[in-house]
Each structure stands twice: as C-alpha cells, then as structure tokens.
C-alpha cells in the first residue's frame, strides 16, 4: 500500500519555472531514495533526477543541468523537484519513484507515483 502521489505539474510558457511535489506514504521516507523520471509522447520513460535517502546525494542529467534542482524534506515525507529555465522539450509525464538506494535506472525503483503532466509552451 505505498503510495507515491505527485502534484504541481502544469502549463507554462518556455523560461518559466514549475515546482513538482511528490508525496509517499505507506513506507518509512528516509528509507528510500527517490527519483524523478519523465516521458513524453512517443517515447521511452527517462531518468531526471534522483537524491539519496538523507538528502546528501543528488544525480541529475545534462539534459536538465543547471535548471533542475531535486529536493526532500523528510519530515513532511517529500521530495521536490524545481524546474526553472523551461523549454517546450521538458514538456512530459512527470514521475516520482523509489527504492531503499539511489540509482539512475528506472528497472530497479520498486514504486512508482500516477505521473503529472507538464506542458511547456513556445
């Protein structure tokens, strides 16, 4: 029954900025790392970002560098994913997951959120 329920996604113009919420329950947050992954129509699901279980590591991908900033806070059982500087090729279904430790692949996340959707215009 873990639930992972992400909100926050949106419309909005190219070099705007969105800020993601993913919220658990249903496991002990400080357990598990946490990741964002993104699809867009036609293509395959891709690694954002990721943060280990206190916060002290972050991955990210050069497709996001210096834009995306991933986040958590423990207390409140959530991660965060801030997006600044948006281009319409950022426009997909975003996804919150996790798994006890960090990782990059998208195979070994044990539990995955319903998605929000971001839209990006030109």
């Known amino acids: 029954q873990v639930q992972l329920v992400e909100t926050g996604g949106g419309l909005v113009q190219a070099g705007g900025s969105l800020r993601l919420s993913c919220a658990a329950s249903?496991?002990?947050?400080?357990?598990?790392?946490m990741a964002w992954f993104r699809q867009a129509p036609g293509k395959e699901r891709r690694f954002v970002a990721a943060?280990?279980?206190?916060?002290?590591?972050?991955y990210g991908t050069d497709s996001v560098k210096d834009r995306f900033t991933i986040s958590r806070d423990n207390a409140k059982n959530t991660v965060y994913l801030q997006m600044s500087s948006l281009k319409p090729e950022d426009t997909a279904v975003y996804y919150c997951?996790?798994?006890?430790?960090?990782?990059?692949?998208?195979?070994?996340?044990?539990?995955w959120g319903q998605g929000t959707q971001v839209t990006v215009s030109s």
């Open positions: 997951a996790a798994r006890p430790l960090v990782s990059m692949v998208k195979t070994v996340y044990d539990y």
């Open positions: 249903g496991l002990t947050f400080s357990n598990y790392a």
């Open positions: 943060i280990s279980r206190t916060g002290g590591r972050t």
